[in-house]
């Protein structure tokens, strides 16, 4: 019997992110083969060869390019080495999966998107929220049956007690002293980091759900070590949108986000990601009068979102991740909302903006 084709993968990186979500997606993803892995850190690769027995290992980057096996490259290190990782992977031939947020300005990012549309290779950006299976459901049934959009919100609250949660469910993390980390501790900025990190996954979810976002009024609150912002945002198709992102709420995790349309509306609960649990979402359809609820019983976010990645490169499947399009367009909604902010909830076009966090 012949053996499935599967996509031959090299990982980028052995650090948290690897470690919690992508090393184990390429163990558990039925069209995927763990190739190669790499990273400067010799002991942090010795340590992962032993949990996922690669094909190979690497602590050189281009060397792990120039392997004509790895077909493709899952890019899980520091924010700031993104786009020029991605850059490297893209220009020797490979298909590249990378964490988001896509890079940390607008304009890298835009070199990166003309590179990326000039080659014949699949780009995806890591906004894992799209294979949550709720999220998927309520996607679809936004698209199939509930007509116009009136509005959107969307909250995004991390919790104060979120480490505690996860340091039970997430694999006990290894580091090592030879870790290559960005110039400065960009993480010290709370406020840029908490946008980068988190909005990013906001901001993804609400033009999945409700499309291009045209412009933003934004305001921020920095109290007690905690981080606010509340935003409205108006979409190109006229639809209006709320957002919260917060950090941290002194309660449970906090996600989710409510629709409301022509012909029914959605409400979703989010889970904190590290339980891979899907998304509660409850839909109502006027033209039924019925309440609908999905049971996502796989909601291994990165697992999902792996496989997909390699359907769209193995067979031509449509492309459910984030595109190299979504990222450009996710880095400029947030810095659309850091601008706005900083002039007290100013309308700013996500055309006009320039530059970083």
């Known amino acids: 019997m012949e053996k499935p084709n599967k996509l031959k993968v090299g990982v980028l990186g052995c650090g948290v992110i690897s470690q919690a979500a992508h090393l184990e997606a390429c163990a558990r993803a039925n069209n995927v083969e763990l190739i190669a892995i790499c990273d400067v850190a010799h002991d942090l690769v010795e340590k992962m060869e032993q949990k996922y027995n690669p094909k190979r290992t690497y602590t050189n980057y281009d060397e792990m390019l120039a392997d004509p096996e790895v077909e493709a490259v899952i890019i899980g290190i520091a924010d700031q080495f993104h786009v020029p990782m991605a850059k490297k992977a893209v220009l020797a031939g490979k298909h590249v999966l990378v964490e988001k947020p896509l890079g940390v300005t607008i304009e890298e990012c835009e070199e990166l998107e003309v590179i990326v549309t000039r080659s014949n290779l699949t780009f995806q950006v890591g906004n894992m929220k799209r294979f949550d299976p709720g999220i998927a459901y309520a ?16 909250w995004y609250c991390d919790s104060t007690y979120r480490y ?15 870790a290559k980390k960005p110039e400065g501790n960009p993480k010290l900025d709370k406020q840029r980091y908490y946008m980068m990190t988190h909005g ?31 935003c409205t945002i108006a979409y190109t198709n006229g639809t209006v949108g709320q957002l919260d992102l917060t950090v941290a709420v002194r309660m449970d995790w906090h996600e989710g986000f409510q629709v409301y349309g022509e012909h029914g509306s959605v409400i979703a609960k989010t889970y904190n990601p590290w339980l891979f649990k899907s998304s509660d979402v409850e ?16 909601a291994h976010f990165y697992k999902l979102q792996l496989e997909g990645f390699a359907d769209t490169i193995l067979s ?6 984030a595109s190299i399009h979504d990222g450009v367009q996710n880095m400029r909604a947030m810095v659309a909302l850091a601008r706005s902010a900083e002039i007290g909830g100013g309308k700013v076009s996500l055309s006009e903006v320039t530059g970083g966090v």
């Open 139 to 154: 996607k679809n049934f936004i698209q199939e049956e509930m007509g116009e959009m009136l509005a959107l919100k969307a």
């Open 200 to 230: 990013s996954h906001l901001v993804d979810t609400a033009r999945l759900l409700g499309g291009e976002i045209e412009s933003v009024h934004a305001w921020h609150t920095e109290r007690f070590g905690a981080h606010s912002w509340l």
């Open 283 to 298: 839909v109502f359809s006027a033209r039924d009068g019925l309440y609908r609820k999905p049971l996502g019983a796989d």
């Open 164 to 178: 505690t949660v996860t340091e039970n469910v997430m694999p006990v993390m290894m580091s090592s002293g030879a």
């Open 316 to 321: 031509g499947a449509p492309m459910i991740g």
